[in-house]
């Protein structure tokens, strides 16, 4: 299982460090384009991806839920973690223009898009670049203090914006070189790619990441194959893992699953979520994000967190509910016994626990879904998930 300040945040570190050291695997810009192993090629928006066609902006999810939650009032400062394309940011300045909204993005990109509202909307929008983990630096920069602000939104996971550029690497439907960096244009080329993962690490690390951030029943056949087809030539696109996956899964053309929505579900979807969760360590990531949203929250203050994947949604209810994020809680026998097995802990401090206060009133006793009706519109909401809590 996923663990804080885990196994998968030590090898990204690893492999950070060697490919600071030394780039000797393909990188991301050397983009053979081999799309033959693909099994449907057409320009279709693979279940799992943004969930809009392509060229689309990103389509807010559960916006109604979010305000309801923050219900923002004259006077308040909010922070969105994780801006996008501004559609919360928006909502919750239409609901009460007389806020104050820091809009954080580690996307250089989202940021962009930031500044621009930023010039329609004045002093209201705060653009901020950077990561969850760096809040603590950002706000305090900005002169932010402890226990001053009322509201935190996270909405993790891609843009349909990142999924739309074949480019960005985190598609199924695009070709592109397989990068999957939400920041990668922040650190040069010091940040390993998931063309780096899948060229670089050992089977045994590739299964690891593919069964624990995939989820995904089949990654022991996924990884040996990945390992077979790069001592061949180097895997360097989204289209040749995606086909890499596909041929070890199945005949090409067969897709074995379907979604809520009953639409064909890629078989390399959950190795692409994988491979994403892993090159921009998002568990990491949220856990530390929500621990510094805590410490700028006024007492009374609210954080929202937005999901789309399960391992994201543990991290927040536990958090909340003030568990160790490093013991296995919450799962079965089976899986704890699995997820020990897959990562090891190794000797690393304790996370705080609660103590007898309780740190945080949780709003959302049962976890908020979308409507129906949204999902329909927005199939990218279908896999949504809202928890919301008050900081004591
Ligand atoms: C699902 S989109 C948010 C969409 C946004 N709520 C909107 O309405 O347009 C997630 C965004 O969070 C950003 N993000 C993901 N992880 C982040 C992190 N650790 N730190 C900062 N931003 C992050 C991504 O770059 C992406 O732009």
Redesign the pocket.
Known sequence: MFTVESHGFRLLRRLSAAVYGKRNVGSAAEHMGDSRLLADDSDHMWVGEGGGRSGMQ?T?VMVREVLDCLDPQPGQVYV??????????KAILAAQPDTVVYA????PA?HNMAQNMAKQYGRAIRPVL????ELLYLLSSQNVQENTVDGF?F?????S??FDQGGRGFALSQDGPLDMR??GERFGNKQPTAADVVNSLGEDDLYGIIKTYGEERHARKISSAIVDARNKRPITTTKQLAGIVASALAPPGVFFSFDKLNRAVHPATKTFQALRIFV?D?LN??YQ?LQAARYFLKPGGRAIVITFHSLEDRVAKRYFQGANIRQHGGTSIHQKKREGDLLKEEGLPEVEMQGPRKEWTILTSKVMRPHWAEVMENPRARSAKLRAAIKN
Not at 80 to 89: E, L, P, R
Request: proline share 3%.
């Open positions: 990103h807010p969105d973690m994780t801006f996008g394309a501004g559609g919360h940011t954080m993005d580690r996307d989202a950077g990561r969850f983990s939104l909405d993790v996971g891609a843009s914006m990142q939400m920041d921009n998002e990531e949220l994000g």
